[in-house]
């Protein structure tokens, strides 16, 4: 019986895993469409090829030895698909409460799991890149992000300092449930160090500082790709419990969900509302980046607030991330999409809410925590980016950013009925 009740557990953990990775991976399909949606038509072949190829780049790149960086073991995931049956068992026959403790799941399935969340946190640097970056430069830095960059504060954090001797920032109490911080500040900075390489936008930016909106090309499809991450974002929170094989587990999964769904909602009010308030209208672009703000904010702590809680935390980002992206642009910080301020300054705000709801974290681990990330993505990204640049340039020429790089990298265009040719 016993034996009967591992096998259950094992495989509806095992498949859990592998939907809620799933639900990720179909993120990949909304960062795509909501950049495509947000850049402007004669970009978007080149901001598709780009969410494709790194999405590629990453999972290949977390095989070779992102993976390994991060949670230790044997390079090129080898033996990672072998199970030991008879020791997994004796070792499930020891919990006293059966479908109680940890969870069980194959390594392969917590692989898959964890290469999704790699590819998004690099899929943040794409649209904050876009329009002016070279295409083989994006691609050179995104086998260094996931292969090195991302892996090691990985390391620091949900690998519990296993490589290398180094530390954990678990033992000065910094919590990420499933990474406000870890994954989509993390990106941000990546970005962040990217775009003050890169430098803006011609014509963003007036001689006497005004700043000149550029609107992107399909607001519908900016749209779907919103309601795709949304969906997605059930997986990556949801999954990040880690276990649906007991009643606890269950009910916690339960409560993730219903906390996602809350703060995106209320990221999404929130944003409304203050864009009606500074601009008289209904701005759509804040109303799309104030719901995955507000999923943003939940990401570090959904599985303790209340629902009422999560709402909340959500409608304080969804009021941030306006403030922020006008804070920006005043800056001369070109994001044409908003990730920074999405991921970077909401994801801020998502790790010093934990503490709100959740008396095992402390301000001061989350803010250390959001330090040490910050710091090292931002500044080895700068490294990094300097180099590509000196090697091989970062930005297109003047003409082609005029024409468009869908023509000069990539050799096509998405509407090729509404050329002038």
Known sequence: MQDQIFHLQYAMDTFYFLVCGALVMWMAA??????????????????????VALFAISCVMYLVCGYSIMYGGEWFLTGIQDVDVASTLTDFAGRD????????????????????????????VSGAVAERMKLWAFLVF????TGFIYPMEGNWTWGGGSVFGMFSLGDIGFTDFAGSGIVHMAGAAAALAGVLVLGARKGKYGPNGEVRAIPGANLPLATLGTFILWMGWFGFNGGSVLKLGDIANANSVAMVFLNTNAAAAGGAIGALILARILFGKA???????????GLVAITAGPDTPSALGATLTGLVGGLIVVVSILTLDKLKID?????????????????????????GTTFGGQIAGALTIFVWVFFTSLVVWLIIKAIMGVRVSEEEEYEGVDLSECGMEAYPEFSKN
């Open 30 to 51: 909304g960062f795509a469409m909501l950049e495509a949606g947000l850049v402007r038509a004669k970009n978007t072949t080149e901001i598709l090829t780009k969410n």
């Open 97 to 124: 409460g059966g479908f109680e403790g940890g969870s069980i799941y194959a390594g392969a399935s917590d692989f898959f799991f964890q290469v999704v969340f790699v590819a998004t946190a690099m899929s943040i």
């Open 142 to 145: 995104a086998v260094v992000m």
């Open 283 to 293: 701005d759509l672009t804040m109303l799309l980046n104030g719901a995955l703000a």
């Open 335 to 359: 994001d044409p999409v908003g990730a920074i301020s999405v991921h970077g300054v909401v994801g801020l705000w998502g790790l010093l809410a934990v503490p709100l709801t959740n008396d």
